[in-house]
């Protein structure tokens, strides 16, 4: 395809930090349950050209090809066959509607995705790449149209691009990644964001409420004196397909979900209280009891949540004093540690390492915008 360059386009480069779940995994779906999340100081970086014609997205998981888009009487359209960043693509289809809500001028632009939330070989450490994206691609564009967001309406259109995706995603991850630091989270309603997405305004849902209810995005407390660290197992897993399983056994009655969500529930608010008022042993003890809740889940729903590596990665740390837990939805991907001040941690990542699991250098993106 040819296309024209818009001349002398400048390039809008913003980045956006992955995300790990320290508590409130699977609970958090349903609408106003807690959970707690930290933004990790790995990014996904996006660079936003003006280009004439048409726009296009590039990244290393298209291959050398760019995934085209451009517009049509019906909206949006995408060539397919280049297997297109779905996330992204809703990004710009809820962004353009709020652009022509506002009644600016349709541009087109050019979008080049790096990734550092995976390996070399491109596997993906389960640090929240696709709401990574999501985030950042609002943010080019808000910069772009010249939008002005604040931080939360950032999030709001982020979670709105992500539920026509992965329409039971919570919107955790993204909260992390537009905010920073550690986070306590609570989820709105998807299901009726997604009704009112697709019946009105996207400027007015924004300023709508009665729609957000139950969403709650809360600035917590590092823990005062434990260290943060990240094993991973070498096993990608899908959010997505966990989270479904462990929801269609809940509706075949294999779990008690009841009390799933009332222990997850007692157990994350102890943990936002001890975060809030520097109670580390407080923070070990939430942490330990939300692995405990999750192995709990597995054993019901039959999925597995706590693996052989997952379970090899937090036995290791609690023979050393520290609590651990898959972070996420389980079945792969990292677990987190909080350790004492004392710990044998170099003990701990040399067991690691006899268990095939990579300690991730990461550490806290330090906050940075106070949720509304």
Same mark, same amino acid.
């Given at each position: ?197 697709? #019946? ?10 009665? !729609? $957000? +209810?139950?969403?709650? *995005? @809360?600035? %917590? ?117 909080? #350790? ?10 040399? !067991? $690691? +390492?006899?268990?095939? *699991? @990579?300690? %991730? ?12």
């Amino acid at each position: 395809m040819n296309r024209g360059a818009a001349a002398h386009a400048e390039t809008i480069t913003v980045r956006a930090p992955g995300k790990l779940f320290i508590a409130g995994e699977y609970a958090v779906v349903s609408p106003g349950e807690p959970s707690v999340l930290v933004a990790v100081d790995r990014y996904l970086t996006v660079g936003l050209t003006e280009s004439v014609g048409a726009g296009s997205i590039h990244s290393p998981e298209y291959g050398r090809m760019p995934v085209v888009w451009t517009r049509s009487e019906g909206g949006l359209t995408v060539d397919r066959e280049h297997h297109p960043y779905d996330y992204v693509f809703e990004a710009i289809t809820v962004a353009e509607r709020l652009r022509a809500e506002r009644g600016l001028a349709p541009r087109f632009f050019d979008l080049r995705i790096d990734s550092g939330l995976d390996d070399v070989s491109g596997r993906k450490f389960g640090l929240g790449s696709s709401a990574a994206v999501t985030v950042a691609t609002v943010r080019a564009i808000d910069r772009f149209y010249g939008f002005d967001l604040s931080p939360t309406e950032l999030f709001q259109i982020a979670l709105l691009a992500t539920i026509q995706v992965a329409p039971t995603a919570s919107g955790g991850d993204l909260a992390a990644s537009t905010f920073g630091g550690w986070i306590g989270y609570r989820a709105p309603d998807r299901e009726l964001l997604r009704q009112r997405t697709a #019946a009105g305004s996207i400027d007015a849902l924004l300023r709508d409420t009665a !729609a $957000w +209810e139950g969403l709650e *995005i @809360r600035r %917590l407390s590092a823990p005062r004196n434990l260290s943060f660290l990240v094993g991973w197992t070498g096993a990608p897993a899908s959010t997505e397909r966990l989270v479904d399983a462990v929801g269609r056994r809940s509706r075949a009655g294999s779990i008690d979900h009841t009390a799933f969500l009332e222990d997850s529930r007692r157990c994350v608010n102890g943990l936002w209280t001890s975060l809030e008022t520097g109670d580390d042993s407080a923070t070990l003890g939430a942490v330990n009891a939300a692995r405990h809740i999750l192995q709990g889940l597995g054993a019901q729903s039959g999925v597995s949540i706590e693996t052989p590596a997952l379970r090899a990665l937090c036995e290791v740390a609690e023979s050393i004093g520290a609590a651990a837990k898959p972070s996420g939805a389980g079945g792969g991907d990292c677990g987190i540690v909080l #350790a004492p001040a004392g710990a044998d941690v170099a003990g701990m990542l040399r !067991a $690691w +390492e006899a268990h095939d *699991i @990579r300690h %991730l250098t990461v550490s806290v993106h330090a906050p940075e915008a106070e949720p509304a």
